[in-house]
C-alpha cells in the first residue's frame, strides 16, 4: 500500500449491526494508532457484511469518506479526536442474537432455513441452519467445503456416509439409524445423505465451521451428487458435458441427457417410494489410515456425564468420544437445567459456543473486559445465541426449566469457572483475592465456603427474578 506525503492514510474497517451503523478508521500515519468511531445513522445496504477500505483524507475532514459510504448524515465524537473504550461494539446487545433463520429452500421433501449471515457468524467464523426432512424427503448425497456437526432435535432417520477406506482408492459406506438426541459429525469433503423413513419430520441444526474454507466466514457450499439446476444452486453433474459424462460412466450420450433431464429437485427430493434397508452398518476401521468410522454420538439423559441433584444434568461429546471430531475441529454439549438451576458463570479460552434453546425459557448474562453487559436478555425455545470465546458468560433457567445444546468450535474445548467447587476465586490464596475485591478476609472466606459440593450446574438458593 502506497502512501502519499501530505495526505495522511486512512483505514476503514466497517462493520454493520442491528441497531447502528459504524465505521472504525485507523491512523496509521500517527504512533498513537488511535481508533475513530463514527456513528451513521441512515442505511448502509451496500454494506451486506464488514468491509475493509482503504481512502485518503484528512483526519479532520471527512467528507470524501461520507461520499465514499453515501452517508447522509454522520457525527463524530469529539471530531473524531476521542478513543473508543469498545473497539468491539459490533458485539453487544442483539449482536450476539441470531434471530430466527430464513427458509432458502423448499420442495415436496422437505426445507431448510438459514440464519442470515451476520458479524458474529463472519467473525466467529461458523455458518449454521436448520433442514427438515418430510416422510420420505431424502437429502441428496452431497460433500460440503467445510467439516460441520448436526444435532437431531426431532423425529428420526437414517444417515448415510461415503469415506476413505483402507488407502484413497477405495470407499467404505456407513448407514445408521439416527433418532432425537443423536450428534452427527462430518468431516471437509466427505459424502453423506439423510433419508426420512417415518411418518413424523425430520429435524435437524447443522453448524459449520468455515475457518479454513475457501471463504472464511462466509456461508458453506454443498457440492450435491445429483439434482436440479437453479441459481446459485444445483447437482455438480451439471457442470460437465454429456460427452464427458459418458465417457467417465461408459454409457451412450443418450443415456446421460436423459439422467440430466430428469433432475428436478435441487437438495432435497421426495422418494416415490418408502426405502428399505435390510440392515444398518455398526462400526467399522481397518488401518491406522483409516478416517474414523463412527459419526454418531448419542446425547441422551440416560448418558450424562454429569447430574446434580435439583440442578439437572449435561452430557458432552469431544473428540475423546467420538474420535472423527479430531477432522472436524467442532465439539457438543447437551444441558438440561431444573427451574431457575444456572449455570456456573464461565468463560472458554478456546471455543466460540453456538447455542441453541431447545425447551423450557431462561435468561442469558454476557459481560465484556470493561466491565460492561454485552447482553442480558430473556430466551426461550428455538433462539440461538453466539458467545466469543473469552467473554465471559451465564445461563440460568426460568420457572419451567431450560434445555440447550451448545456446539464448541474446538474438538476438545477447556473453561474455567467464577463460581462453584471449581471456581477460580477458590484457587487464588484467600488473601490475594480479599485484597483484590477490597473485603474483609473474614467474608473472602465465607464466600468460599459456599457452593463447595456445586460445579459446573448450580441448583437454586434464593429467588432469582426471570
Not at 431448510?112 to 426432512?133: A, F, G, N, P
Request: proline share 5%; aromatic share 10%.
Amino acid at each position: 500500500m502506497e502512501r502519499h506525503a501530505g495526505s495522511p492514510l486512512e483505514e476503514v474497517w466497517v462493520w454493520e449491526t442491528d441497531h447502528v451503523k459504524e465505521v472504525w478508521l485507523w491512523e496509521t500515519d500517527r504512533l498513537s494508532s488511535s481508533v475513530r468511531r463514527i456513528f451513521a445513522t441512515q442505511s448502509l445496504e451496500i454494506l451486506n457484511h464488514w468491509m475493509y477500505v482503504s481512502i485518503k483524507c484528512s483526519p479532520c475532514d471527512f467528507t470524501g469518506l461520507s461520499s465514499f459510504l453515501r452517508l447522509e448524515e454522520c457525527r463524530l465524537h469529539d471530531h473524531g479526536l476521542q478513543e473508543s473504550r469498545r473497539p468491539f461494539t459490533y458485539f453487544r446487545g442483539k449482536g450476539l442474537q441470531l434471530g430466527r433463520p430464513e427458509e432458502i429452500l423448499r420442495s415436496d421433501g422437505g426445507y431448510v432455513r438459514r440464519w442470515k449471515s451476520s458479524e458474529i457468524l463472519r467473525c466467529t467464523q461458523v455458518d449454521m441452519y436448520e433442514t427438515t426432512l418430510e416422510e420420505n424427503g431424502l437429502l441428496i448425497p452431497r460433500y460440503i467445503d467445510a467439516p460441520g456437526v448436526a444435532y437431531i432435535h426431532e423425529g428420526s432417520g437414517i444417515l448415510g456416509v461415503v469415506y476413505p477406506f483402507g488407502g484413497e482408492f477405495r470407499q467404505k459406506s456407513y448407514v445408521r439409524q439416527v433418532n432425537t438426541g443423536d450428534f452427527i459429525s462430518i468431516p471437509d469433503g466427505v459424502v453423506f445423505w439423510l433419508y426420512n423413513n417415518r411418518s413424523e419430520p425430520f429435524k435437524f441444526t447443522c453448524v459449520a465451521d468455515t475457518s479454513n474454507a475457501p471463504n472464511p466466514g462466509e456461508p458453506s457450499k454443498p457440492y450435491h451428487l445429483a439434482g436440479g439446476k437453479e441459481q446459485l444452486v444445483g447437482g455438480l453433474l451439471h457442470g460437465f458435458s454429456d460427452d464427458m459424462l459418458s465417457e467417465a460412466f461408459g454409457v451412450d450420450v443418450s443415456i446421460t441427457h436423459d439422467i440430466f433431464s430428469r433432475q428436478k429437485d435441487v437438495t432435497i427430493t421426495r422418494a416415490g417410494k418408502k426405502f428399505n434397508f435390510p440392515y444398518l452398518e455398526g462400526t467399522h476401521r481397518d488401518g491406522e489410515n483409516d478416517v474414523a468410522a463412527e459419526f454418531t454420538f448419542s446425547m441422551h439423559s440416560g448418558k450424562a456425564d454429569l447430574i446434580v441433584p435439583d440442578g439437572g444434568w449435561l452430557s458432552f461429546v469431544t473428540r475423546n468420544k467420538l474420535p472423527v471430531l479430531s477432522k472436524v475441529g467442532l465439539s457438543a454439549v447437551r444441558v438440561k437445567l431444573e427451574p431457575r438451576a444456572m449455570i456456573a458463570p464461565l468463560w472458554s479460552p478456546n471455543a466460540h459456543q453456538i447455542i441453541r434453546f431447545l425447551r423450557g425459557d431462561g435468561r442469558v448474562e454476557v459481560a465484556s473486559n470493561d466491565g460492561e453487559s454485552l447482553l442480558q436478555e430473556d430466551l426461550k425455545e428455538n433462539d440461538v445465541i453466539i458467545v466469543p470465546k473469552f467473554y465471559p458468560s451465564t445461563i440460568i433457567a426460568g420457572e419451567r426449566g431450560l434445555e440447550f445444546i451448545k456446539i464448541l468450535t474446538s474438538d476438545s474445548p477447556t473453561a474455567s469457572y467464577f463460581a462453584g467447587g471449581n471456581s477460580v476465586y477458590k484457587a487464588i490464596p484467600a488473601q490475594v483475592v480479599a485484597e483484590a475485591l477490597q473485603i474483609p478476609l473474614e467474608e473472602e472466606i465465607y464466600i468460599r465456603q459456599q457452593r463447595r459440593k456445586d460445579e459446573v450446574i448450580l441448583p437454586a438458593v434464593r429467588q432469582h427474578e426471570i
